[in-house]
């Protein structure tokens, strides 16, 4: 049962919330559905992690050998505030780990709906072609450091959005739908109009 924050708190809708931001864990389908939602609603699309790749010039998972990830979440935290201080609305794809760093949750829930697509880890693991792009997969060593990790991160995920949707069972096109339903009920259909 996800515990997700409803949004503009009793309020309703919260005027500053321009964006709309996909969190979850790696291969969660965060990218694909962001990118999805950009082009049938003219939005932009921003993935936070090509843009701290375009940014330091190096892959993350070079970056992740090279620097460590302090560096990484340092970096992903600048490009975070960069692209949500953006004034036209945009779909943004963050990396599976952004809600790791303190800082972020606040940036993300000040002009963001927060829409977290929840994965079963195994189905994750199903979905990565490339365990090499993924440093936290190619240290983890096992499937069950991996499963340790997707459970930590649940608790940041649901405490974090503004609402969930499976990505389980579903096309990109199926839960982009849903997430715009859920939008619209909410009150943040201009974000797509």
Request: charged residues 25%; proline residues 3%.
């Amino acid at each position: 049962m996800s515990m997700c924050v409803e949004p503009g708190g009793v309020g309703g809708v919260d005027s500053a919330k321009r964006h709309i931001a996909f969190v979850g864990f790696m291969a969660a389908g965060k990218t694909t559905c962001a990118r999805l939602m950009a082009q049938r609603y003219g939005r932009r699309f921003v993935d936070i992690d090509d843009d701290i790749e375009s940014r330091v010039g190096m892959t993350i998972s070079e970056m992740f050998a090279t620097q460590g990830e302090r560096a990484f979440r340092a970096t992903e935290t600048a490009v975070l505030d960069a692209a949500l201080a953006q004034r036209e609305t945009c779909c943004v794809a963050t990396g599976g780990g952004v809600l790791t760093t303190p800082e972020n949750l606040p940036l993300l829930r000040a002009s963001a709906v927060i829409v977290y697509l929840r994965v079963k880890p195994e189905r994750a693991l199903a979905r990565i072609h490339n365990f090499a792009s993924r440093p936290l997969l190619e240290t983890a060593g096992s499937t069950e450091v991996i499963f340790a990790l997707a459970q930590a991160r649940t608790a940041l995920y649901e405490a974090a959005c503004d609402f969930s949707v499976s990505t389980n069972k579903r096309t990109p096109d199926e839960v982009v739908d849903i997430t715009v339903e859920r939008i619209r009920e909410r009150g943040y259909g201009h974000l797509l109009s």
